[in-house]
Nanobody, 116 residues
Framework: QVQLVESGGGLVQPGGSLRLSCAAS????????MNWYRQPPGKERELVAS????????DYADSVKGRFTISRDNAKNTVYLQMNNLKPEDTALYYC?????????WGQGTQVTVSS
């Protein structure tokens, strides 16, 4: 009964900010690394950011370094993606992801559109 539910997407102007949230349930959240992926229109899904189980390690795609911050609140079973200085190239469906029992679990995605 693993569930990942993203929220926080929307339409924002270039240079603006959004904070995405992913609410997790159905597994022991604090035991697992969490990831944010995105899929721009017409392109393949790509890994944006990852965070280790207690948040001690984070990794980012080169395209978002210095602009995006991944964080987690294990008490709330929630992972966040703070996105600053958004660019049109950031427009995509953003997905929360984790891997457990040998399989990837995905949320339904939340749309981020960056446009003037």
């Amino acid at each position: 009964q693993v569930q990942l539910v993203e929220s926080g997407g929307g339409l924002v102007q270039p240079g603006g900010s959004l904070r995405l949230s992913c609410a997790a349930s159905g597994f022991t959240f604090s035991y697992y690394s969490m990831n944010w992926y995105r899929q721009p229109p017409g392109k393949e899904r790509e890994l944006v950011a990852s965070i280790s189980d207690i948040g001690s390690r984070t990794d980012y795609a080169d395209s978002v370094k210095g602009r995006f911050t991944i964080s987690r609140d294990n008490a709330k079973n929630t992972v966040y993606l703070q996105m600053n200085n958004l660019k049109p190239e950031d427009t995509a469906l953003y997905y929360c992801n984790t891997r457990l029992r040998g399989h990837d679990s995905w949320g339904q995605g939340t749309q981020v559109t960056v446009s003037s």
